[in-house]
Protein backbone atom coordinates (compact mmCIF):
# COMPACT_ATOMS: atom_id res chain seq x y z
CA UNK A 1 0.00 0.00 0.00
CA UNK A 2 1.16 3.51 -1.03
CA UNK A 3 2.05 4.94 2.34
CA UNK A 4 3.01 8.60 0.90
CA UNK A 5 2.35 11.88 2.82
CA UNK A 6 1.01 14.58 0.75
CA UNK A 7 2.93 18.23 1.71
CA UNK A 8 2.43 21.61 1.41
CA UNK A 9 4.20 23.21 -1.06
CA UNK A 10 4.37 26.18 0.89
CA UNK A 11 7.65 25.04 2.60
CA UNK A 12 9.09 24.35 -0.85
CA UNK A 13 8.37 28.03 -1.85
CA UNK A 14 10.61 30.90 -2.46
CA UNK A 15 8.50 33.65 -0.31
CA UNK A 16 8.63 36.09 -3.25
CA UNK A 17 7.87 34.78 -6.40
CA UNK A 18 6.36 31.75 -4.57
CA UNK A 19 6.80 29.46 -6.70
CA UNK A 20 8.95 26.38 -6.09
CA UNK A 21 12.31 27.36 -5.41
CA UNK A 22 14.81 27.32 -8.41
CA UNK A 23 18.36 27.20 -7.59
CA UNK A 24 17.62 27.65 -3.43
CA UNK A 25 20.16 29.69 -1.44
CA UNK A 26 19.98 30.30 2.16
CA UNK A 27 21.12 33.61 4.09
CA UNK A 28 22.51 34.00 6.97
CA UNK A 29 19.14 34.73 8.75
CA UNK A 30 18.31 31.11 7.65
CA UNK A 31 15.12 32.07 5.43
CA UNK A 32 15.61 30.10 1.36
CA UNK A 33 14.83 32.23 -1.74
CA UNK A 34 15.09 31.55 -5.46
CA UNK A 35 18.70 33.03 -6.55
CA UNK A 36 17.22 35.36 -9.00
CA UNK A 37 14.51 36.14 -6.59
CA UNK A 38 16.90 37.27 -3.82
CA UNK A 39 19.41 39.35 -6.57
CA UNK A 40 16.54 41.00 -7.46
CA UNK A 41 15.33 42.28 -4.39
CA UNK A 42 18.73 43.60 -3.69
CA UNK A 43 19.55 45.31 -6.48
CA UNK A 44 16.88 47.78 -5.52
CA UNK A 45 18.44 47.82 -1.69
CA UNK A 46 21.76 48.67 -3.72
CA UNK A 47 21.31 52.95 -2.83
CA UNK A 48 21.16 52.18 0.78
CA UNK A 49 23.90 49.71 0.76
CA UNK A 50 21.91 48.27 3.34
CA UNK A 51 20.56 44.85 2.20
CA UNK A 52 17.62 43.12 4.32
CA UNK A 53 15.54 39.58 4.41
CA UNK A 54 12.38 40.37 3.06
CA UNK A 55 10.32 38.20 5.51
CA UNK A 56 12.20 38.55 9.21
CA UNK A 57 13.90 42.23 7.91
CA UNK A 58 17.09 40.97 9.33
CA UNK A 59 19.69 43.64 7.58
CA UNK A 60 23.52 42.48 6.23
CA UNK A 61 26.59 45.11 5.77
CA UNK A 62 27.82 44.15 2.80
CA UNK A 63 25.69 42.73 1.26
CA UNK A 64 26.25 39.31 1.41
CA UNK A 65 27.73 36.59 -0.89
CA UNK A 66 25.06 33.86 -2.48
CA UNK A 67 25.68 30.42 -2.91
CA UNK A 68 23.33 27.82 -4.05
CA UNK A 69 22.02 25.44 -1.61
CA UNK A 70 22.46 21.74 -2.99
CA UNK A 71 20.65 19.76 -0.78
CA UNK A 72 17.62 21.75 -0.38
CA UNK A 73 17.61 22.00 -4.21
CA UNK A 74 17.37 18.21 -4.66
CA UNK A 75 15.47 17.76 -2.03
CA UNK A 76 12.47 20.19 -3.66
CA UNK A 77 13.42 18.61 -7.35
CA UNK A 78 12.79 14.79 -5.84
CA UNK A 79 9.63 16.06 -4.32
CA UNK A 80 8.82 17.70 -7.22
CA UNK A 81 9.20 14.52 -9.27
CA UNK A 82 7.33 12.27 -7.15
CA UNK A 83 4.06 14.52 -6.63
CA UNK A 84 3.87 14.61 -3.13
CA UNK A 85 3.56 18.40 -3.36
CA UNK A 86 -0.30 20.17 -2.91
CA UNK A 87 -0.57 22.67 -5.74
CA UNK A 88 -1.62 25.94 -4.86
CA UNK A 89 -5.18 26.92 -5.47
CA UNK A 90 -6.29 29.05 -7.80
CA UNK A 91 -8.28 31.00 -5.45
CA UNK A 92 -4.80 32.22 -3.53
CA UNK A 93 -3.97 33.98 -6.62
CA UNK A 94 -5.06 37.77 -6.96
CA UNK A 95 -7.67 38.49 -9.58
CA UNK A 96 -8.40 42.00 -10.65
CA UNK A 97 -10.90 43.06 -7.96
CA UNK A 98 -8.13 41.99 -5.05
CA UNK A 99 -5.30 43.44 -3.44
CA UNK A 100 -2.23 42.31 -4.12
CA UNK A 101 0.80 41.17 -2.47
CA UNK A 102 3.28 43.62 -2.66
CA UNK A 103 6.04 41.30 -1.99
CA UNK A 104 5.14 38.39 -3.95
CA UNK A 105 6.96 38.35 -7.89
CA UNK A 106 5.08 36.97 -11.03
CA UNK A 107 2.24 36.05 -10.65
CA UNK A 108 1.09 37.99 -7.27
CA UNK A 109 -1.05 36.55 -4.19
CA UNK A 110 -3.71 38.10 -2.61
CA UNK A 111 -3.11 39.67 0.00
CA UNK A 112 -4.45 39.09 3.75
CA UNK A 113 -3.54 42.17 5.43
CA UNK A 114 -2.34 45.68 4.80
CA UNK A 115 0.54 47.18 7.00
CA UNK A 116 -0.06 50.85 7.66
CA UNK A 117 3.89 51.12 8.64
CA UNK A 118 5.36 49.70 6.03
CA UNK A 119 2.92 50.68 4.20
CA UNK A 120 2.79 47.49 2.12
CA UNK A 121 -0.02 44.53 1.39
CA UNK A 122 1.21 41.20 2.00
CA UNK A 123 0.12 37.52 1.31
CA UNK A 124 -0.11 34.95 3.98
CA UNK A 125 3.66 34.20 3.50
CA UNK A 126 4.51 37.17 3.73
CA UNK A 127 2.94 38.51 6.34
CA UNK A 128 4.53 36.03 8.90
CA UNK A 129 7.56 38.45 9.65
CA UNK A 130 5.00 40.51 11.08
CA UNK A 131 4.08 37.99 13.73
CA UNK A 132 7.65 37.16 14.56
CA UNK A 133 10.12 39.58 14.18
CA UNK A 134 9.83 42.13 17.91
CA UNK A 135 10.15 45.49 15.74
CA UNK A 136 7.16 44.63 12.88
CA UNK A 137 4.49 42.83 16.01
CA UNK A 138 4.30 46.68 16.97
CA UNK A 139 2.98 47.60 13.25
CA UNK A 140 -0.46 48.48 12.84
CA UNK A 141 -2.09 45.51 10.58
CA UNK A 142 -6.02 46.22 8.87
CA UNK A 143 -7.68 44.36 6.01
CA UNK A 144 -6.26 44.32 2.76
CA UNK A 145 -6.39 48.18 1.38
CA UNK A 146 -5.43 49.58 -2.39
CA UNK A 147 -5.55 52.95 -0.58
CA UNK A 148 -2.35 52.84 1.44
CA UNK A 149 -0.94 55.39 -0.22
CA UNK A 150 -3.19 57.59 0.89
CA UNK A 151 -1.60 57.14 4.41
CA UNK A 152 1.68 58.44 2.84
CA UNK A 153 2.49 62.29 2.77
CA UNK A 154 3.00 63.40 -0.33
CA UNK A 155 5.18 65.96 0.44
CA UNK A 156 7.82 64.09 2.60
CA UNK A 157 6.99 60.62 1.59
CA UNK A 158 6.54 59.18 5.57
CA UNK A 159 3.64 57.73 7.33
CA UNK A 160 1.04 60.27 8.13
CA UNK A 161 0.43 59.42 11.95
CA UNK A 162 -0.52 63.08 13.12
CA UNK A 163 -3.86 64.56 12.83
CA UNK A 164 -3.49 68.63 12.13
CA UNK A 165 -6.62 69.80 14.18
CA UNK A 166 -5.85 73.34 13.03
CA UNK A 167 -6.53 72.30 9.03
CA UNK A 168 -8.67 69.26 9.45
CA UNK A 169 -6.23 66.48 7.87
CA UNK A 170 -3.90 63.93 8.79
CA UNK A 171 0.14 65.03 8.20
CA UNK A 172 3.55 63.28 8.92
CA UNK A 173 5.93 64.35 11.81
CA UNK A 174 7.91 66.50 9.33
CA UNK A 175 4.47 68.43 8.13
CA UNK A 176 4.41 69.63 12.18
CA UNK A 177 7.79 71.17 11.65
CA UNK A 178 7.29 72.47 8.63
CA UNK A 179 3.76 74.28 7.24
CA UNK A 180 1.59 72.79 10.05
CA UNK A 181 4.25 74.54 13.00
CA UNK A 182 2.02 76.37 15.22
CA UNK A 183 -1.33 74.10 14.69
CA UNK A 184 -3.04 71.79 16.83
CA UNK A 185 -2.19 68.99 16.61
CA UNK A 186 -2.88 64.98 18.05
CA UNK A 187 -1.88 61.60 17.02
CA UNK A 188 -4.55 60.62 14.62
CA UNK A 189 -5.45 57.40 16.80
CA UNK A 190 -6.45 59.81 19.65
CA UNK A 191 -8.31 61.82 16.50
CA UNK A 192 -9.96 58.64 15.63
CA UNK A 193 -11.02 58.46 19.39
CA UNK A 194 -12.80 61.52 19.41
CA UNK A 195 -14.63 60.97 16.36
CA UNK A 196 -15.20 57.46 16.92
CA UNK A 197 -17.36 58.61 19.74
CA UNK A 198 -19.42 61.50 17.77
CA UNK A 199 -19.94 58.87 15.14
CA UNK A 200 -21.49 56.51 18.07
CA UNK A 201 -23.54 59.74 18.99
CA UNK A 202 -24.26 60.17 15.25
CA UNK A 203 -25.65 56.61 14.57
CA UNK A 204 -27.18 56.80 17.89
CA UNK A 205 -29.21 59.64 16.46
CA UNK A 206 -29.65 58.28 13.17
CA UNK A 207 -30.93 54.84 14.57
CA UNK A 208 -33.52 56.79 16.74
CA UNK A 209 -34.00 58.66 13.89
CA UNK A 210 -34.70 55.44 11.82
CA UNK A 211 -36.80 54.02 14.41
CA UNK A 212 -39.11 56.53 14.06
CA UNK A 213 -39.62 56.66 11.00
CA UNK A 214 -40.09 53.52 10.48
CA UNK A 215 -42.82 53.82 12.82
CA UNK A 216 -44.30 56.26 10.77
CA UNK A 217 -43.65 54.22 7.68
CA UNK A 218 -46.05 51.86 9.48
CA UNK A 219 -48.78 54.17 10.16
CA UNK A 220 -48.67 55.45 6.26
CA UNK A 221 -48.91 52.03 5.85
CA UNK A 222 -51.93 51.46 7.82
CA UNK A 223 -53.49 54.55 6.22
CA UNK A 224 -53.07 53.30 2.62
CA UNK A 225 -54.79 50.33 3.50
CA UNK A 226 -57.06 51.87 5.33
CA UNK A 227 -57.54 54.70 2.67
CA UNK A 228 -58.07 51.45 0.08
CA UNK A 229 -60.15 49.79 2.41
CA UNK A 230 -62.82 53.20 2.64
CA UNK A 231 -62.38 54.06 -1.23
CA UNK A 232 -63.37 50.86 -1.90
CA UNK A 233 -66.24 50.51 0.14
CA UNK A 234 -67.57 54.00 -0.56
CA UNK A 235 -67.10 52.85 -4.77
CA UNK A 236 -69.00 49.87 -4.48
CA UNK A 237 -71.61 51.33 -1.55
CA UNK A 238 -71.75 54.46 -4.26
CA UNK A 239 -72.12 52.65 -7.60
CA UNK A 240 -75.12 50.54 -5.38
CA UNK A 241 -76.63 54.22 -4.52
CA UNK A 242 -76.31 55.30 -8.36
CA UNK A 243 -77.80 51.74 -9.69
CA UNK A 244 -80.65 52.26 -7.20
CA UNK A 245 -80.73 56.03 -8.87
CA UNK A 246 -80.97 55.07 -12.57
CA UNK A 247 -83.35 51.56 -12.23
CA UNK A 248 -85.55 54.68 -10.19
CA UNK A 249 -85.54 57.40 -13.55
CA UNK A 250 -85.75 54.57 -16.38
CA UNK A 251 -88.63 53.25 -13.81
CA UNK A 252 -90.03 56.45 -14.22
CA UNK A 253 -88.96 57.17 -17.90
CA UNK A 254 -90.94 53.45 -18.28
CA UNK A 255 -94.16 54.71 -15.91
CA UNK A 256 -94.18 58.15 -18.45
CA UNK A 257 -94.19 56.42 -21.97
CA UNK A 258 -96.57 53.79 -20.81
CA UNK A 259 -99.17 56.73 -19.70
CA UNK A 260 -98.67 58.61 -22.85
CA UNK A 261 -99.15 55.55 -24.82
CA UNK A 262 -102.06 54.62 -22.71
CA UNK A 263 -103.56 58.15 -23.37
CA UNK A 264 -102.42 58.38 -26.42
CA UNK A 265 -104.66 55.54 -26.93
CA UNK A 266 -107.94 56.56 -25.36
CA UNK A 267 -107.91 59.88 -27.70
CA UNK A 268 -107.15 58.35 -30.93
CA UNK A 269 -109.55 55.83 -30.10
CA UNK A 270 -112.33 58.88 -28.90
CA UNK A 271 -111.70 60.45 -32.22
CA UNK A 272 -111.98 57.46 -33.90
CA UNK A 273 -115.13 57.11 -32.35
CA UNK A 274 -116.52 60.66 -33.59
CA UNK A 275 -114.84 60.12 -37.43
CA UNK A 276 -117.52 56.79 -37.44
CA UNK A 277 -120.46 58.54 -36.47
CA UNK A 278 -119.13 61.67 -38.81
CA UNK A 279 -119.08 59.18 -41.95
CA UNK A 280 -122.13 57.44 -40.89
CA UNK A 281 -123.92 60.99 -41.35
CA UNK A 282 -122.33 61.90 -43.80
CA UNK A 283 -123.56 58.80 -45.85
CA UNK A 284 -127.21 59.88 -44.63
CA UNK A 285 -127.19 63.17 -45.58
CA UNK A 286 -125.68 62.60 -49.14
CA UNK A 287 -128.32 59.78 -49.34
CA UNK A 288 -131.21 62.74 -48.41
CA UNK A 289 -129.54 65.12 -50.49
CA UNK A 290 -130.06 62.60 -53.35
CA UNK A 291 -133.51 61.96 -52.47
CA UNK A 292 -134.70 65.49 -52.49
CA UNK A 293 -132.28 66.25 -55.73
CA UNK A 294 -134.55 63.86 -57.20
CA UNK A 295 -137.71 65.03 -55.58
CA UNK A 296 -136.94 68.21 -56.90
CA UNK A 297 -136.88 67.16 -60.75
CA UNK A 298 -139.96 66.00 -60.44
CA UNK A 299 -142.56 67.47 -62.99
CA UNK A 300 -146.20 65.97 -61.45
CA UNK A 301 -147.03 68.78 -59.12
CA UNK A 302 -149.04 65.92 -56.86
CA UNK A 303 -146.39 63.78 -56.62
CA UNK A 304 -143.73 66.76 -55.65
CA UNK A 305 -146.54 67.55 -52.80
CA UNK A 306 -147.82 64.41 -51.86
CA UNK A 307 -143.80 62.78 -50.83
CA UNK A 308 -142.62 66.64 -50.21
CA UNK A 309 -143.70 66.38 -46.23
CA UNK A 310 -141.45 63.25 -45.76
CA UNK A 311 -138.76 63.92 -47.38
CA UNK A 312 -138.05 67.47 -46.59
CA UNK A 313 -137.43 67.00 -42.91
CA UNK A 314 -134.19 66.89 -41.93
CA UNK A 315 -133.08 64.80 -38.53
CA UNK A 316 -131.12 66.82 -35.66
CA UNK A 317 -127.08 66.30 -36.11
CA UNK A 318 -125.86 64.25 -32.81
CA UNK A 319 -123.00 66.55 -33.22
CA UNK A 320 -121.86 70.69 -33.18
CA UNK A 321 -121.38 71.96 -36.13
CA UNK A 322 -118.03 72.37 -35.64
CA UNK A 323 -115.44 70.93 -33.62
CA UNK A 324 -112.57 72.41 -32.19
CA UNK A 325 -109.24 71.42 -32.65
CA UNK A 326 -106.56 72.46 -29.91
CA UNK A 327 -103.10 73.50 -31.86
CA UNK A 328 -100.51 70.54 -32.02
CA UNK A 329 -100.31 70.41 -28.49
CA UNK A 330 -101.69 67.37 -27.18
CA UNK A 331 -98.21 66.30 -25.25
CA UNK A 332 -96.12 69.52 -24.99
CA UNK A 333 -96.86 69.54 -21.35
CA UNK A 334 -95.78 66.38 -20.11
CA UNK A 335 -92.24 66.94 -22.34
CA UNK A 336 -92.24 70.51 -20.32
CA UNK A 337 -93.20 68.81 -17.49
CA UNK A 338 -90.02 66.39 -17.63
CA UNK A 339 -87.97 69.05 -18.68
CA UNK A 340 -88.49 71.08 -15.96
CA UNK A 341 -87.75 68.45 -13.74
CA UNK A 342 -84.52 67.65 -15.65
CA UNK A 343 -83.88 70.61 -14.65
CA UNK A 344 -84.22 70.56 -11.29
CA UNK A 345 -81.99 66.83 -11.23
CA UNK A 346 -79.28 69.10 -12.49
CA UNK A 347 -79.40 71.90 -9.98
CA UNK A 348 -79.92 69.27 -7.02
CA UNK A 349 -77.28 67.08 -8.87
CA UNK A 350 -74.92 69.97 -9.70
CA UNK A 351 -74.79 71.00 -5.64
CA UNK A 352 -75.12 67.83 -4.16
CA UNK A 353 -72.25 67.00 -6.29
CA UNK A 354 -69.89 69.85 -4.98
CA UNK A 355 -70.67 68.85 -1.53
CA UNK A 356 -69.54 64.88 -2.46
CA UNK A 357 -66.82 66.65 -4.21
CA UNK A 358 -65.62 68.47 -1.37
CA UNK A 359 -66.30 65.02 1.07
CA UNK A 360 -63.33 63.02 -1.20
CA UNK A 361 -61.10 66.23 -0.97
CA UNK A 362 -61.58 66.51 2.76
CA UNK A 363 -59.37 63.22 3.05
CA UNK A 364 -56.12 65.20 1.70
CA UNK A 365 -54.64 66.28 4.94
CA UNK A 366 -52.51 63.73 5.78
CA UNK A 367 -49.60 64.40 3.56
CA UNK A 368 -50.10 67.95 2.35
CA UNK A 369 -48.56 69.78 -0.36
CA UNK A 370 -46.08 72.70 0.20
CA UNK A 371 -47.91 76.76 -1.07
CA UNK A 372 -46.61 77.18 -4.48
CA UNK A 373 -43.97 79.73 -4.24
CA UNK A 374 -44.07 81.76 -8.36
CA UNK A 375 -46.46 81.94 -10.30
CA UNK A 376 -45.51 79.03 -12.46
CA UNK A 377 -46.21 77.14 -9.29
CA UNK A 378 -49.83 78.65 -8.92
CA UNK A 379 -50.66 77.99 -12.53
CA UNK A 380 -50.62 74.59 -11.74
CA UNK A 381 -53.88 74.81 -10.02
CA UNK A 382 -55.22 77.20 -12.52
CA UNK A 383 -59.13 76.87 -12.51
CA UNK A 384 -61.32 78.19 -14.94
CA UNK A 385 -63.96 80.57 -13.96
CA UNK A 386 -67.46 81.10 -15.71
CA UNK A 387 -70.11 83.32 -14.34
CA UNK A 388 -73.69 81.98 -13.61
CA UNK A 389 -76.24 84.11 -15.55
CA UNK A 390 -78.94 83.26 -12.83
CA UNK A 391 -76.82 84.77 -10.49
CA UNK A 392 -75.92 87.97 -12.61
CA UNK A 393 -77.98 91.69 -11.71
CA UNK A 394 -80.12 92.97 -14.09
CA UNK A 395 -77.61 96.08 -15.04
CA UNK A 396 -74.55 93.49 -15.40
CA UNK A 397 -73.92 92.56 -18.92
CA UNK A 398 -72.33 88.87 -19.43
CA UNK A 399 -69.60 88.48 -22.55
CA UNK A 400 -66.69 86.47 -23.66
CA UNK A 401 -68.07 83.03 -22.69
CA UNK A 402 -69.68 84.31 -19.62
CA UNK A 403 -65.88 85.12 -18.33
CA UNK A 404 -66.36 89.10 -18.76
CA UNK A 405 -68.84 91.13 -16.63
CA UNK A 406 -69.56 95.16 -17.49
CA UNK A 407 -71.29 97.55 -15.26
CA UNK A 408 -74.29 99.03 -17.39
CA UNK A 409 -76.90 101.67 -17.12
CA UNK A 410 -79.34 99.90 -18.84
CA UNK A 411 -81.33 97.13 -17.47
CA UNK A 412 -80.44 94.07 -19.20
CA UNK A 413 -83.18 90.79 -20.14
CA UNK A 414 -82.65 87.77 -17.84
CA UNK A 415 -85.21 85.14 -17.09
CA UNK A 416 -86.81 85.42 -13.69
CA UNK A 417 -84.39 83.16 -11.19
CA UNK A 418 -84.28 82.72 -7.66
CA UNK A 419 -80.11 82.75 -7.59
CA UNK A 420 -80.04 86.45 -9.31
CA UNK A 421 -78.72 89.55 -6.97
CA UNK A 422 -81.88 91.86 -7.21
CA UNK A 423 -80.23 94.72 -5.02
CA UNK A 424 -76.73 94.53 -5.40
CA UNK A 425 -74.66 94.82 -8.54
CA UNK A 426 -72.59 91.63 -8.07
CA UNK A 427 -72.27 87.83 -9.60
CA UNK A 428 -71.33 84.21 -8.99
CA UNK A 429 -69.39 81.40 -10.39
CA UNK A 430 -71.23 78.90 -12.16
CA UNK A 431 -68.26 76.60 -10.68
CA UNK A 432 -68.13 75.79 -7.15
CA UNK A 433 -64.21 75.70 -5.79
CA UNK A 434 -62.46 72.94 -3.39
CA UNK A 435 -59.55 71.71 -3.14
CA UNK A 436 -56.83 74.04 -4.23
CA UNK A 437 -57.26 76.68 -7.23
CA UNK A 438 -56.05 79.87 -8.40
CA UNK A 439 -57.17 81.93 -10.85
CA UNK A 440 -56.87 85.75 -12.22
CA UNK A 441 -59.01 89.00 -12.40
CA UNK A 442 -58.41 91.67 -15.17
CA UNK A 443 -60.29 94.57 -13.66
CA UNK A 444 -60.95 97.97 -15.99
CA UNK A 445 -62.07 101.18 -14.71
CA UNK A 446 -63.20 101.98 -11.35
CA UNK A 447 -62.52 100.05 -8.33
CA UNK A 448 -63.93 95.99 -8.31
CA UNK A 449 -64.58 93.95 -5.45
CA UNK A 450 -63.03 90.34 -6.26
CA UNK A 451 -64.44 88.40 -3.80
CA UNK A 452 -65.69 84.23 -2.73
CA UNK A 453 -68.67 83.29 -1.52
CA UNK A 454 -70.54 80.70 -0.08
CA UNK A 455 -73.72 79.60 -2.48
CA UNK A 456 -76.30 80.54 0.44
CA UNK A 457 -75.43 83.96 0.70
CA UNK A 458 -78.61 86.13 0.82
CA UNK A 459 -79.41 87.50 -3.09
CA UNK A 460 -81.92 90.46 -1.86
CA UNK A 461 -82.32 92.17 1.49
CA UNK A 462 -80.13 94.50 3.19
CA UNK A 463 -76.65 95.35 2.33
CA UNK A 464 -75.19 93.37 5.01
CA UNK A 465 -77.17 90.85 4.41
CA UNK A 466 -76.08 90.61 0.04
CA UNK A 467 -73.29 92.75 -0.41
CA UNK A 468 -69.53 90.36 -0.51
CA UNK A 469 -67.90 90.65 2.29
CA UNK A 470 -70.60 92.71 4.59
CA UNK A 471 -71.77 88.68 6.46
CA UNK A 472 -69.73 86.00 7.37
CA UNK A 473 -70.30 84.00 3.82
CA UNK A 474 -68.03 85.79 1.87
CA UNK A 475 -64.44 87.20 1.28
CA UNK A 476 -64.02 90.12 -0.47
CA UNK A 477 -61.20 92.40 -1.66
CA UNK A 478 -61.96 95.84 -2.66
CA UNK A 479 -59.66 97.63 -5.14
CA UNK A 480 -59.75 100.35 -5.74
CA UNK A 481 -57.82 102.68 -8.31
CA UNK A 482 -55.24 103.91 -5.53
CA UNK A 483 -55.53 101.07 -2.74
CA UNK A 484 -57.00 97.89 -1.29
CA UNK A 485 -59.39 96.93 1.81
CA UNK A 486 -60.59 93.71 2.46
CA UNK A 487 -63.96 93.10 4.02
CA UNK A 488 -65.54 90.15 6.13
CA UNK A 489 -68.55 89.58 8.16
CA UNK A 490 -68.53 93.62 7.79
CA UNK A 491 -65.25 94.12 9.08
CA UNK A 492 -62.60 96.56 7.39
CA UNK A 493 -59.13 95.69 7.15
CA UNK A 494 -57.01 97.94 4.94
CA UNK A 495 -54.27 96.18 2.52
CA UNK A 496 -50.84 97.90 1.37
CA UNK A 497 -49.30 96.41 -1.80
CA UNK A 498 -49.12 97.83 -5.50
CA UNK A 499 -51.85 98.38 -7.44
CA UNK A 500 -52.49 96.59 -10.45
CA UNK A 501 -54.75 95.64 -13.20
CA UNK A 502 -54.45 92.03 -12.24
CA UNK A 503 -55.20 90.35 -9.15
CA UNK A 504 -54.60 86.53 -8.69
CA UNK A 505 -56.71 84.16 -6.42
CA UNK A 506 -55.07 80.93 -4.45
CA UNK A 507 -57.31 79.04 -2.25
CA UNK A 508 -56.84 75.66 -0.90
CA UNK A 509 -60.28 75.14 0.67
CA UNK A 510 -58.59 72.02 2.98
CA UNK A 511 -56.25 73.98 4.58
CA UNK A 512 -58.46 76.82 4.49
CA UNK A 513 -56.44 79.53 3.05
CA UNK A 514 -57.44 82.26 1.08
CA UNK A 515 -54.54 84.75 -0.72
CA UNK A 516 -54.65 87.62 -2.86
CA UNK A 517 -52.00 88.43 -5.17
CA UNK A 518 -51.23 91.92 -7.33
CA UNK A 519 -50.15 90.21 -10.39
CA UNK A 520 -47.75 92.23 -12.70
CA UNK A 521 -44.59 91.54 -13.46
CA UNK A 522 -44.33 90.13 -10.04
CA UNK A 523 -46.46 88.37 -7.14
CA UNK A 524 -46.75 90.25 -4.56
CA UNK A 525 -48.94 89.00 -1.49
CA UNK A 526 -51.91 91.65 -0.35
CA UNK A 527 -53.74 89.49 1.88
CA UNK A 528 -53.91 86.17 3.32
CA UNK A 529 -56.62 84.41 5.19
CA UNK A 530 -56.80 81.38 7.45
CA UNK A 531 -59.49 79.95 8.31
CA UNK A 532 -61.97 77.08 8.10
CA UNK A 533 -64.30 76.94 5.03
CA UNK A 534 -67.10 74.53 5.58
CA UNK A 535 -68.84 74.77 2.02
CA UNK A 536 -67.98 75.17 -1.29
CA UNK A 537 -66.98 78.68 -2.54
CA UNK A 538 -67.94 80.17 -5.38
CA UNK A 539 -66.36 83.30 -7.35
CA UNK A 540 -67.69 86.29 -7.47
CA UNK A 541 -67.39 89.98 -8.53
CA UNK A 542 -68.81 93.20 -7.52
CA UNK A 543 -69.04 96.02 -9.86
CA UNK A 544 -69.95 99.35 -9.87
CA UNK A 545 -70.58 101.65 -12.73
CA UNK A 546 -67.78 102.51 -15.55
CA UNK A 547 -66.18 99.16 -14.98
CA UNK A 548 -65.33 95.58 -15.86
CA UNK A 549 -63.77 92.23 -14.54
CA UNK A 550 -62.82 89.58 -16.76
CA UNK A 551 -61.58 86.37 -15.53
CA UNK A 552 -58.54 85.58 -17.41
CA UNK A 553 -58.35 81.71 -19.00
CA UNK A 554 -54.76 81.01 -18.04
CA UNK A 555 -54.73 77.30 -19.38
Excluded at 133 to 162: F, G, T, W, Y
Excluded at 227 to 256: G, M, P, Y
Aim: with cysteine; charged share 25%; hydrophobic share 30%.
Amino acid sequence: MDQRVQLNQDNFSCSICLDLLKDPVTILCGHSYCMNCIKDHWNGEDQRRIYSCPQCRKEFIPRPVLEKNIMFAALAEDLKKTGLLDAPADHCYAGPEDVACDVCTGRKMKAVKSCLFCPASYCRNHLQPHYDAPPLKKHKLVDPSKNLQENICPRHDEVMKIFCRTDQQCICYLCTMDEHKGHETVPAAAERTEKQKELQVSRQQIQQRIQDQEKDLKLLQQEVEAINVSADKAVEDSEKIFTELIHLIQKRRSDVKQQIRSQQKTEVSRVKDLQEKLEQEITELKRKDADLEQLSNTEDHNQFLHNYPSLSALSESTHSSSINIHPLRYFEDVTAAVSELRDKLQDILRDTWTNISLRVTEGDVLLSEPEPKTRADFLEYSQEITLDPNTANMKLLLSEGNRKVTRMKQQQFYPDHPDRFTDVKQVLSRESLTGRCYWEVERRGRGVDVAVSYKNINRAGGLNECVFGANDESWSLDCDTHCYTFYHNNILTPVSGPVSSRIGVYLDHTAGILSFYSVSKTMTLLHRVKTTFTQPLYAGVCVPVGSSAEFINLK
